[in-house]
């Protein structure tokens, strides 16, 4: 094995050190049942990653109310029902001294019309642009309600943490609903729950100590976080800064950084800055930005394909970790690769069919679904299939989800 930067020991606290810089980031899974419970295929997926190196697996999100789903498919942890198959994923995940943290999330009004008639947000804004069809308009969510869903988050913490889950991540990014409360233009609100930027962060900080009350103080806390919304009228980069340097001080333990919602995605879209290209790293600059003004482990997600670009930007100091996704997908064992210098750099291409109407309506739906069938055969312990055509995952996927598969979904 050769001497690698990214093989250097990240340590969080005096209990807890990730084994490495390799950060697999949390994807759409849908690898749930129809009741949204966990399933043996994400037993083998986890354990695959686990034993091709990564120090910190991050799962697809886990959804903390069954009234509320991102998407079919999508776990939900409200009680003890799946602890047992809990324990097992965990068991799997946490092989070769891995960290395996399971992502917290609540869709908010992200959630589309096929699982939600009316889905709640901060305020009754409905989605708007080129998705304002696959989403039925909010109802705003009562203070008491509130209140129950920064429970249900810290609930669903100290069931993961009792399965042997080694951490949590709250999902605060790509417009679910940490991210719509933190949005002026999402969360209108005219109570402590809305208006300045403080009242915009309650909801997050509750929903912090709340977990933090139930899972103890050695217990890791991730937080995923848009860098901006990139739209009009929303969360900017400067208040994004202050929101990070809030969570530093009251303890989050790893901040992932990301950016878009499903208005503005940019997180499934390349980044124009040539510089950041270079570098890799879609948010990358904001990390470096950031790194001036907090001390919170950093990680950036998005971009990184060869080991010169990974290497770099732990080098920079602007970064701790290096958020990979679609990578491990095609290649489990990155790491293991990377560290036995085996690994050649991986070209990621659009899943597309080349038909140019076709591919403007279902091109991101289709990349999506293709790594999501990746995802079954690892979960079904066979090795990822990259040259699988693009025309028969999209019948495989209208086979199995009807005229779903063109609607929108993410992350």
Known sequence: MKN????????????????????KSAMSETLGTKQNNPTPLLVTLYEAWAKGGAGLLVTGNVMID??????????????????????????????????????LNHPGKQSPKSVSKTPVAPS?????????????????????EIKDLIKRFGNAARIAKKAGFTGVQIHGAHGYLVSQFLSPHHNQRN??????LNNRMRFLLETYHEIRRQV???????????????????FTEEESMQVLKKMSEVGIDLIEISGGNYENPVMMESSSNNRTKTREAYFLEYAEKARKIISVPLVVTGGFRSEEGMTNA???NAVDMVGIGKPFVLMPDLPNRIFAGTYQTMEIKPIRTDVKWLDARVGSMLDLGWYEQQLVRIGKGKNPKPNYCPWLSLIQNMANHGLEVFKKRRA
């Open 216 to 234: 103890g103080e050695e217990f890791p806390i991730g937080l995923k976080l848009n860098s901006a919304d990139f739209q009009r009228g929303g």
């Open 191 to 196: 109570d402590e729950w809305g208006g300045s």
């Open 4 to 23: 690698s930067t990214l093989g250097n020991p990240l340590k969080l606290s005096d209990k807890v050190t990730i084994k490495n810089r390799f950060h």
């Open 314 to 316: 732990i080098k920079s």
């Open 66 to 103: 069954r009234k509320a789903l991102g998407e079919p498919g999508n776990v939900v942890i409200e009680d003890e029902r799946d602890l047992d198959m809990l324990k097992k994923w965990a068991q799997a995940g946490t092989q070769n001294e891995t960290q395996l943290w399971l992502q």
């Open 124 to 144: 009754a804004i409905p989605l708007s642009g080129h998705v304002s069809n696959i989403f039925n308009k909010p109802r705003a969510l009562t203070v008491e």
